[in-house]
């Protein structure tokens, strides 16, 4: 049973430029999360997509956004990168409707903003 | 607004020494708690989810409690392979399934 899976693993960019990340959620799971996570930090909540909508938001910017497919995976851009955008990105994945509340974490993606 | 609180920041263990991680936590309406470990550079792994205050969850040499007001994970006899960051987060009733983290305690168990 594959698990969540990201790409790409690293990402190097410079400001002002603008970044994909790309989530396939674990098998039997429909709803994706992203996540912030700074060195030294906890992850912090970015968005979470269901049936191909925004569900909920945290407070990030609208530079932040996101798509999610009818395949259930998503798609986080960020435009206008700027240096404190560098961090590792987090996709979690956990069915809906089940009223499961784990949420299981892909390995990531490490973006580095020069 | 949730919030989690994480002590000890950093913690170093000899192989065998037994201790407790704490987690307070401050949350409107406690949908649920989870603990995941996370080695540097990858995604946290997911360890337990605990749903109600008395509520406690094992798995190997790790033991997971809740109170009402904090969470403990107690670790038993830890191995050289226990090293890692431990996450605590909560999820509130405030909407969907948003998880707000802690910062995380930094464990080394050295032999």
């Known amino acids: 049973d594959a698990g969540v899976t990201q790409s790409p693993t690293h990402l190097i960019k410079t400001r002002g430029q603008q970044v994909t990340l790309r989530c396939s959620p674990k098998?039997?799971?429909?709803?994706v999360s992203w996540y912030q996570q700074a060195l030294g930090q906890g992850p912090q909540f970015i968005f979470q997509?269901?049936?191909?909508?925004?569900?909920q938001r945290g407070n990030f910017p609208d530079r932040f956004s996101g798509h999610q497919f009818p395949n259930y995976s998503s798609e986080l851009n960020v435009n206008a990168l700027l240096l404190g955008d560098s961090a590792l990105y987090l996709c979690?994945?956990?069915?809906?409707?089940?009223?499961?509340?784990?949420?299981?974490f892909g390995p990531g993606t490490r973006l580095t903003v020069l | 607004e949730d919030q989690v609180t994480q002590s000890p920041e950093a913690l170093r263990l000899q192989e065998g020494e037994s201790s407790s991680l704490n987690c307070s936590y401050t949350?409107?309406?406690?949908?649920?708690l989870f603990w995941y470990r996370q080695d540097p550079g990858k995604g946290p792994e997911f360890l337990f989810t605990?749903?109600?205050a008395g509520e406690e969850k094992e798995k190997e040499r790790l033991k997971a409690t809740l109170t009402k007001k904090e969470s403990f994970l107690h670790i038993t006899a830890p191995k050289p392979e226990d090293s890692a960051t431990y996450l605590c987060a909560v999820r509130g009733n405030t909407g969907f399934q948003k998880l707000v983290f802690g910062t995380g305690t930094r464990l080394l168990v050295s032999p």
């Open positions: 098998s039997g799971h429909d709803t």
């Open positions: 979690a994945s956990s069915p809906w409707l089940s009223g499961a509340d784990t949420q299981y």
């Open positions: 605990l749903y109600s």
């Open positions: 997509y269901y049936e191909e909508e925004e569900r």
């Open positions: 949350v409107s309406g406690l949908r649920g």
